[in-house]
């Protein structure tokens, strides 16, 4: 009777390793559960979310040549019209909320921003329409500001609404000192520095975003709090064409959802990036990955849960994700192409999802010895 016990807990236990191997084989991983770091409903208020704004108690203007708009007290602006030489300045108190909605406007400046945010609490730009905002010259300076931007916020500023921003500039397309949100519309912004710059983070949760930029795409870095300094993505259709990075979080890149075409020299650097989910194609000269020691607050990590990612590499000293610290993917498909697919100097722990290298599946992360 014993040797017929014995005898069942071996095939008990011989069923076991069999049935762990098959999941490890088959790439499934009853622990794929992640744990975001920020979360979409934390970040976006309602009137952020919000497309259609009633204007009917709206204060408008229109604009002519060489004529500054100033808005000083909270309330709802309609702008409308074309002219030359125009800034639009807000200049309110710090309890107050402007909300300025561009309706066909066209603006073409020298050398200031169509659009300087001073003081206010919070500010809205919402289009409807089809909008385009220009400077075509060297900025001008203001106090100790260099107005580097076509957009420039001093301010949180979130870009909202169902029309068209065009945005030319010779810098930066839109710069941020706080906070930079957008949740809906459509964007086109060729800017011969960064298209989209924020000090604390830039905060997507919708909208097309069809961006090309003389160094970084998207860049958000704080200099004085490395807890700040992040890109958020939970949504939306973006297209980078970028020389530098497409997509820079000093501390962390998180991508929830949406549609992202990133070519540049580097598809995604941050401290921490974390995928959970989209459809993501990375065409890069350098690595389409990479996470370095930029923030003291996040451990070095690439961390894959979910999405479907492509990434196609140029010859040379590149590699498809690179990360200075661990790897870490628990889900999704990921697709490599290139001499150097995976690079890193801490641990890889593959638990979950589907990794082709080179057009061949693998069952482990390969560690590039190139």
């Known amino acids: 009777m014993k040797k017929i016990y014995s005898i069942i807990g071996v095939v008990v236990l011989i069923t076991i390793v069999i049935a762990l191997s098959m999941l490890k084989n088959n790439n499934v991983s009853t622990t ?43 309330g709802i602006y309609v702008i409308s019209g074309s002219a030359k030489n125009v800034t639009i300045f807000v200049e309110a108190k710090d309890v107050d909320k402007v909300q300025i909605i561009l309706e066909n406007l066209s603006i073409t400046n020298e050398t200031m921003p169509v659009v300087y945010v001073k003081t206010a609490d919070k500010v809205f730009v919402t289009q409807t329409g089809n909008n385009s905002l220009k400077v075509t010259g060297t900025f001008a300076k203001d106090d100790t500001n260099n107005l580097n931007a076509v957009i420039f916020s001093k301010q949180d500023i979130t870009f909202n609404g169902t029309g068209n921003l065009n945005i030319e500039s010779s810098q930066n397309g839109i710069t941020g000192k706080d906070d930079v949100k957008i949740t809906g519309g459509t964007f086109n912004i060729n800017a011969e520095a960064v298209a989209i710059r924020a000090n604390d983070s830039i905060r997507i949760a919708d909208g097309n975003l069809n961006i090309k930029a003389g160094t970084d795409g998207l860049h958000a870095e704080n200099s004085s709090d490395d807890t700040k ?27 929830d959802d949406g549609v992202l075409e990133l070519n540049g020299a580097e598809g995604i650097e941050g401290t921490y990036v974390q995928i959970n989910g989209g459809t993501i194609d990375i065409n890069a000269t350098g690595d389409g990955i990479n996470a370095g020691r930029k923030s003291e607050s996040y ?62 599946k693998v069952n482990e992360i390969p560690k590039s010895m190139v």
């Open 32 to 74: 794929t559960t992640t744990l975001k770091i920020y979360e979409s409903s934390e970040l976006f208020t309602q009137r952020d979310l919000e497309q259609n704004i009633n204007t009917a108690n709206a204060t408008r203007y229109t604009v002519s040549d060489g004529k500054n708009i100033n808005i000083t007290t909270e």
């Open 229 to 255: 300094g992040y890109v958020f993505i939970a949504k939306g259709t973006i297209k980078i064409e970028a020389t530098d990075d497409c997509i820079h979080g000093t501390s962390v890149v998180q991508i």
């Open 299 to 360: 451990n070095v990590t690439i961390e894959i849960a979910g999405g479907e990612i492509t990434i196609i590499m140029a010859d040379g000293d590149t590699d498809g994700i690179d990360s200075n610290g661990d790897i870490k993917v628990s889900g999704g498909t990921i697709n490599v192409t290139g001499s150097s697919t995976f690079d890193y100097d801490g641990t890889a722990t593959f638990t979950g999802g589907t990794i082709i290298v080179n057009g061949t």
